[in-house]
């Protein structure tokens, strides 16, 4: 876990300073109530220019990079960590409301597989805003000058203008067209009943072009509207709605929350309700279900003096789609941060498969795509360890050199009773949130 900050109200500097891991100066102060937060983000020709981490109102938003480290490869989490223990350890730091999130904040992004071509990346904002139940605060960070740090400003944000909507979106395929896909989870299934493996998830892309720029601040607002009980996130070009939290650890507590498990929603209440009861006695999806439940216990009990693993699930109703959802909690034994846990989770079952080495050559067999940070561990920590770390799920990721073009992702857990088509299907709907979200309809501002 990261070494505490310093916290000097005279602002001196540490005496030495590293380019890897930069000597930084943070002031967080109180700040007034706002109608939303996404809605405070400033225009930016740069899509990964901003991050979000909102649910239900709360969470946080920033712009800005006053300090940014990327890596790749099998030890990518344990490289960030150490330049987060580091920068941290050298902070300087003027805290008046002292809550998780508050003072120095990492925000990050990891890649899915080892050998992905993505980078992996964290980024400490410039300007941070966050809301916590009835407390909001703002947080600016500053490089430290010399030996004596810049006080960093602590003016508020005004309401920025609206976003206005993309252009003529178009959709096509990306990888592999539906039918082709099919075609993998057939081939999928059949590994399966061989005896291969237990489960894998697979994947599909889907490419999105605009004529014009595509605001990010059109996507988040309008993801927030519509998905209210996920988190909506962005961090270096990549943003969606995720409904599955990777892991949140907050003062000792730590909880992670399991969906594996899917069925479309019809709109009417009644039949939804009838769905819902199918979904909860369906073998093949509890069977999913149950691999990705125990794959989380599993990577959490060696942290863990206690942990609570209910024994059957519930049922998760989000606007599209309904899941089967479990809420795994503990408590801490180690001084283990929320990054450290995050990766000690990731590849889960709910994102991979059963066993996680075979069903990673399938996947790198059948897929025929790099994932990128695609379903890969997204969010965000401070200097103490606590943060909230979800799967970088229901989301799409900007072309690095064009902010008019995306890939969209969505992805199956695959069993032995799957069926190829109803998985198409499963995937067309967990497409919709982005599609959606990216369509001229405008969401109201609240």
């Known amino acids: 876990m990261a070494t505490r900050p310093l916290v000097d109200d005279d602002l001196v500097a540490p005496a030495e300073t590293s ?12 700040g007034p109530d706002v109608a939303s937060l996404l809605a405070l983000l400033p225009p930016s020709p740069h899509p990964g220019e901003y991050v979000s981490w909102v649910r239900r109102g709360d969470g946080l938003v920033g712009w800005g990079a006053v300090a940014r480290f990327t890596t790749t490869g099998a030890e990518r989490f344990d490289a960030a960590a150490t330049w987060w223990e580091q920068v941290s350890a050298r902070a300087i730091v003027r805290d008046e409301v002292r809550v998780p999130g508050t003072g120095p904040v990492a925000f990050g992004s990891f890649a899915f597989a080892d050998d992905s071509a993505d980078e992996s990346l964290l980024v400490v904002p410039e300007v941070l805003i966050g809301r916590r139940g009835d407390r909001t605060w703002l947080t600016t960070a500053s490089h430290v000058d010399g030996e004596v740090a810049a006080v960093p400003t602590t003016r508020f944000p005004a309401q920025a203008a609206p976003p206005t909507a993309p252009p003529e979106v178009a959709f096509a395929d990306g990888a592999q067209s539906a039918a082709q896909w099919e075609l993998a989870v057939a081939a999928a299934v059949e590994r399966i009943a061989a005896g291969q493996l237990d489960k894998v998830v697979l994947a599909r892309d889907l490419l999105v072009r605009s004529p014009a720029p595509i605001d990010p601040r059109w996507v988040l607002e309008r993801l927030a509207e519509r998905y209210p009980t996920t988190w909506v996130f962005t961090v270096g070009g990549l943003l969606g709605a995720t409904p599955e939290m990777l892991v949140r650890r907050d003062k000792g507590l730590v909880t992670s929350r399991v969906l594996a498990g899917t069925i479309r929603r019809t709109g009417d209440d009644a039949k939804d309700l009838a769905l819902a009861a199918s979904l909860a006695r369906s073998s093949k999806d509890l ?96 200097a103490s360890g606590d943060g909230e770390w979800g799967i970088a799920l229901r989301c799409g990721r900007y072309d690095d050199a064009d902010a008019a073009s995306l890939r969209l992702f969505a992805g199956c857990g695959i069993v032995a009773g799957s069926d190829p088509a109803a998985e198409v299907a499963e995937s067309d709907s967990k497409l919709v949130p982005m599609r959606d979200a990216l369509s001229p309809e405008p969401s109201p501002r609240r």
């Open 287 to 382: 069977e999913e279900h149950e691999y990705a439940v125990r794959s989380v216990a599993d990577a959490l009990a060696p942290h863990c003096s206690s942990m609570n693993v209910p024994e059957t699930p519930s049922v998760l109703h989000l606007a599209n789609v309904m899941h089967l959802a479990t809420d795994v909690t503990g408590h801490v034994s180690d001084p283990v941060s929320s990054l450290a846990l995050a990766a000690s989770l990731h590849p889960s079952a709910a994102v991979c498969g059963t066993p996680t080495p075979v069903a990673a050559e399938v996947i790198a067999d059948l897929e025929h795509m790099d994932r990128g940070r695609y379903a890969g561990p997204v969010g965000w920590t401070d």
């Open 19 to 30: 380019p890897a891991s930069p000597s930084l100066v943070f002031r967080t102060v109180p």
